[in-house]
């Protein structure tokens, strides 16, 4: 089966940096996407990883090891504006996105 | 307005009515989506269509249906609505190919009582 896995939640403080990760299993990998959501609104695009290594735009970066089927999200210099959920998609092999559950980012003064 | 329009924003129905939610891009894009999220699921694809005259099912197809007559609306259809169909659904599109991003509408909140 096809499964894509993030934690549900998690806490860091402004200022400082957090990681959130990202594993699949997907049959086929045609790209992994990164998008940010906050509460009702809609899903926004962050990045795009085809390649094994880091993409970096601005405070956010992406990295892809497509060996291990892993990604993880960096955000640095957090602000308080960064509380949101980060969603990981990955477009399979019919290059249709198959999607994580999110992970809830909370952050702290 | 460049974008993607979803309408209504919210609603509320009656279980067993009939419901069309609209979708209309500005983009030109060939490929647009309906996708449903439920709390502690990620987005779940309901039906898609990559070009226009032409659609295909997603991973929870039973109980929507959808049409593609221009490149511009894609329109979702509830044909006799149940309460599991009460979610947040988001409509979507982008240009073919990989490197792709979806662009997302601002949703629409359908709550089936």
């Known amino acids: 089966g096809q499964n894509i896995d993030q934690p549900t939640e998690m806490t860091a403080t402004e200022g400082a940096i957090v990681q959130i990760n990202c594993t699949y299993q997907?049959?086929?990998?045609?790209?992994l996407f990164w998008y940010q959501q906050h509460a009702g609104e809609a899903p926004t695009f962050l990045s795009y990883n085809v390649l094994d290594g880091l993409e970096e735009k601005g405070r956010f970066s992406s990295f892809l090891s497509r060996s291990k089927g892993y990604s993880y999200l960096l955000l640095k210099e957090l602000q308080m504006k960064d509380s949101a959920s980060y969603l990981c998609?990955?477009?399979?092999?019919?290059?249709?996105?198959?999607w994580g559950a999110g992970t809830k980012l909370i952050i702290k003064p | 307005i460049a974008g993607i329009t979803q309408a209504p924003t919210s609603q509320i129905l009656a279980a067993g009515r009939r419901m069309t939610l609209r979708c209309t891009q500005d983009?030109?894009?060939?490929?647009m989506y309906w996708y449903r999220q439920d709390l502690g699921l990620g987005l779940r694809l309901i039906h898609y269509?990559?070009?226009?005259?032409?659609?295909g099912k997603g991973e929870v197809p039973d109980g929507y249906s959808v049409s593609r007559a221009n490149t511009d609306d894609f329109p979702l259809t509830l044909a006799s609505a149940v309460p599991s169909q009460t979610s947040v659904y988001f409509c979507?599109?982008?240009?073919?190919?990989?490197?792709?991003?979806?662009?997302f509408g601002q949703g629409t909140r359908l709550t089936v009582v």
């Open positions: 997907t049959s086929g990998f045609n790209g």
């Open positions: 983009m030109r894009h060939n490929a």
């Open positions: 979507a599109s982008s240009r073919t190919g990989e490197n792709t991003e979806a662009f």
């Open positions: 998609a990955v477009k399979g092999s019919n290059y249709q996105l198959i």
């Open positions: 269509s990559n070009t226009a005259g032409t659609t």
